[in-house]
DNA sequence: CACAGCTCCTGGCAGC
DNA sequence: TGCTGCCAGGAGCTGT
């Protein structure tokens, strides 16, 4: 799965070669013009001819290309998406979306299993990437995570999910990030205290940075531009590592859903939440019982 | 507004 | 062996 780990990775491989290529044609296949967001798929390969790709930015899982004449070309990889750069010719990629033939006889191929990608042409990147939230890497500190966390009474997993909070991070680096901080995946988001926002806040560009020095994390399917996989799964801490023994204090990893996602912790490393008050009849509102009508 | 739950999509895999 | 049905999950959408 791209987060921002992956998504930095193929931005970084793609940027000199795609810096002033230009794109001579683009093929659409046919059960996937879905994925093509705006405009529809036959005016986007109409307007993507000719064009010129000045440079490409990442914000958040998104990577933005932008066109010399103006505009940006935007893709999401969704789940299962790699852009490969490939030559005229070579081997065919199973699951290739869409076909962006650039000159010099080099291909960027969208390939996408379960099309959960997308991709946009745009004249303001705004239109798709102006909700997100600040990139993680970019001065995050406990104080910014406690405003951001404020009013969320979520599970601090699933704010750190929300993209419209923070961008960049999925199901692998929430957990990664929650184990380095010591923080419990369950617990509201905004019940943690100074302490626990300080430690989160390093945590985060440390999972990061981390997993970018071993190029991503390749599960199943995620490839870099050249169609290499990363290696970070080989240094993941919890993530899929259910049962296995946690690397601090050698108790079995757990695994629970959180906003429908499966979320790996340590049990002992991971504190967790308060529980709650039960829903039966507490101490306190039989002291001040409902008023019955 | 915040949140939970549903939807999309497909290959892999458990279970029968 | 081969079928059925469940699972994985990013993000957009709906309902509460």
């Known amino acids: ?26 093929r659409v296949a046919p059960d996937a013009e879905r994925m093509v967001r705006t405009p529809p798929a036959g005016a ?29 070309l935007i893709v999401h990889l969704g789940m299962t998406g790699a852009l490969l750069l490939r030559r005229v010719g070579d081997p065919p ?10 000159d010099g006889g080099r291909e960027l191929r969208f ?17 798709v990437v102006g909700k997100l ?3 993680p890497l970019e001065g995050l500190t406990g104080e910014r995570l406690r405003a951001m966390f404020r009013r969320r009474s979520a599970p601090v997993k699933a704010v750190l999910l929300d993209q419209e909070a923070l961008a960049g991070i999925g199901n692998i680096y929430a957990d990664e990030s929650l184990f380095r901080a010591g923080i419990h995946p369950l617990r509201p988001a905004n019940s943690l205290r100074r302490a626990d926002l300080e430690r989160l806040a390093r945590a985060i560009p440390e999972t990061l940075k981390e997993a970018m020095g071993h190029r991503g ?8 531009a ?3 996989e990363g290696s970070h799964q080989f240094y993941v801490r919890v993530f899929r590592r259910t049962g296995a023994p946690c690397f601090v204090c050698g108790t079995p990893i757990a695994r629970i859903k959180v ?12 504190r967790p939440p308060r529980r709650r008050a039960s829903r039966g009849r507490s101490a306190l509102s039989s002291r001040h019982p409902a008023v019955v009508p």
């Open 259 to 270: 906003a429908g996602r499966g979320t790996h912790f340590c049990p002992t490393c991971q």
């Open 93 to 102: 990629d199973p699951y290739t979306r869409v076909v962006f033939a650039l």
């Open 217 to 224: 994390s390749s599960y199943r399917d995620y490839r870099d």
């Open 133 to 135: 939230g600040p990139e």
């Open 44 to 72: 986007f390969a109409a307007a993507l001819r000719g064009q010129r790709i000045d440079g490409i930015e990442r914000r958040g899982k998104y990577l933005v290309l932008r066109l010399e004449r103006g505009g940006a």
């Open 226 to 228: 050249e169609g290499r």
């Open 1 to 26: 799965m791209p987060e921002l780990p992956e998504v930095e990775t193929i931005r970084r491989d793609l940027a000199p070669a795609l810096h002033g290529a230009r794109i001579e044609s683009v």
């Open 111 to 127: 390939s996408d299993l379960r099309k959960f990608g997308n991709l946009w042409l745009v004249e303001d990147p705004a239109e």
